[in-house]
């Protein structure tokens, strides 16, 4: 469980289990833009998920310059307080690189943010890759950013004593989150949809593990985490739809000490990407039932096609297929190579003949007889004929 520190305290990122920062698509323009001798012409649109929006776009006769464009969703709008993007993310992206990125002061239309970037000043080498990777990145920093924001500034003045409304954050439009800002804590609540029942049974033991992991003493530091299959008292008077859901409700509960200076970006990274931990979860988890499925298979037919498994240490080719089988010694397969012969035996003796005991004299002269019959032929139980004096004539 790589989410909220439930790794050990590990700070490498799981690369199936959350989203890398950087985009791996627009990296991949980005290298071959720079590693391109010949200049050409270039007016790229990318889409990615969650809707992100890129646009490259260079020209051959000013190669060296690159436009990059970048939008991002806006997770809730009215929360955010400052207009635009917020002095946090500009200065993020300026220090990337100051030789390399410049912030054009308008952006263009339809996009949050336009970058020049200058190729010709991006060093060769591992320090160049790490630039354009930082750069691929931009758009996960403006996302943080308007979460961050929104933890740090979120005000429930106004409100009445017990009585605080949700924020409703959209990401992706069928994977909304709940934000409710509470005394002492901020509680972030995940409605679960899921298209298959396999996935949801799936989840539910994974949503039951994790609450019962995240709360124990070894992850104390974690922030406590609830599953319910109602939504919680939390978000009564919200829509319909958003409320209905066949994977309950997951809940985190943010305290002061998650969001300090060292982990508010891991924390605010990990709420972006639990969506895709508990997908990549249940993926992972439906290849390793697959794969014992297969396992379990492939020793069904060592059993079946080769009988004397223990005495037999070479690998074989079964005939009509090409697999090959690999020699098991445990107590397991010999329980049930035993159980198979004996299984077998018991058909054999269907088959066989019924014989009565006691009856051995009976059956030698029911043989002896049979003996007689073809060699005397089949004149020998012939009836004799009868010959009567008398005529009778036949009755017009």
């Known amino acids: 469980m790589g989410c909220f520190g439930f790794n050990g305290g590990s700070s490498k990122k799981l690369k199936n289990g959350c989203f890398e920062r950087s985009s791996p698509a627009l990296q991949q323009i980005l290298l071959q833009l720079f590693r391109d001798q010949k200049p050409v012409d270039i007016d790229h649109h990318l889409y990615e998920f969650g809707s992100v929006e890129y646009h490259v776009q260079t020209t051959a006769s000013d190669p060296q310059n690159i436009y990059l464009s970048i939008s991002t969703p806006i997770l809730s709008p009215?929360?955010?307080?400052s207009q635009g993007l917020c002095p946090y993310t500009i200065q993020r992206v300026k220090d990337i690189?100051?030789?390399?990125?410049?912030?054009?002061?308008?952006?263009?239309?339809?996009?949050?943010?336009?970058?020049?970037?200058?190729?010709?000043?991006?060093?060769?080498?591992?320090?160049?890759?790490?630039?354009?990777?930082?750069?691929?990145?931009?758009?996960?920093?403006?996302?943080?950013?308007?979460?961050?924001?929104?933890?740090?500034?979120?005000?429930?003045?106004?409100?009445?004593?017990?009585?605080?409304?949700?924020?409703?954050?959209?990401?992706?439009?069928?994977?909304?989150?709940?934000?409710?800002?509470?005394?002492?804590?901020?509680?972030?609540?995940?409605?679960?949809?899921?298209?298959?029942?396999?996935?949801v049974v799936i989840a539910t033991s994974f949503f039951q593990d994790l609450m019962d992991i995240g709360n124990s003493e070894a992850f104390a530091k974690a922030p406590p985490c609830t599953w319910s299959p109602i939504p919680p008292p939390e978000l009564r008077g919200e829509l319909m739809e958003d409320l209905s859901t066949n994977g309950g409700f997951v809940s985190f509960d943010i305290f002061s000490r998650h969001v300090d200076d060292k982990r508010l970006d891991s924390t605010v990274w990990n709420l972006l990407n639990f969506y895709t931990y508990v997908k990549s979860y249940i993926k992972s988890t439906k290849g390793s039932i697959q794969r014992k499925m297969r396992q379990r298979l492939g020793d069904l037919v060592k059993i079946l096609y080769k009988p004397d498994v223990e005495e037999d240490d070479h690998e074989q080719q079964v005939r009509g297929c090409g697999w090959k089988i690999k020699p098991v010694n445990s107590t397991r397969f010999r329980k049930l190579r035993k159980q198979y012969g004996d299984f077998k035996r018991k058909v054999k003796r269907i088959r066989y003949r019924i014989r009565i005991h006691g009856f051995g004299e009976l059956n030698r002269k029911i043989k002896r007889i049979h003996h007689q019959i073809k060699i005397r032929g089949p004149q020998w139980l012939c009836a004799p004929k009868f010959h009567s004096a008398n005529r009778y004539t036949r009755l017009e």
């Open 78 to 81: 009215r929360t955010l307080v």
């Open 97 to 199: 690189s100051p030789n390399v990125v410049e912030i054009l002061n308008t952006a263009r239309d339809g996009y949050q943010l336009t970058l020049q970037l200058n190729t010709a000043n991006i060093p060769q080498g591992k320090a160049g890759l790490k630039i354009i990777k930082e750069i691929a990145a931009v758009a996960s920093v403006i996302l943080s950013s308007q979460l961050k924001e929104m933890l740090r500034n979120f005000s429930s003045e106004g409100a009445p004593e017990g009585n605080y409304k949700p924020i409703k954050c959209i990401y992706h439009p069928r994977e909304p989150l709940f934000v409710i800002r509470q005394p002492q804590k901020i509680t972030v609540v995940f409605p679960m949809r899921f298209k298959e029942t396999s996935d």
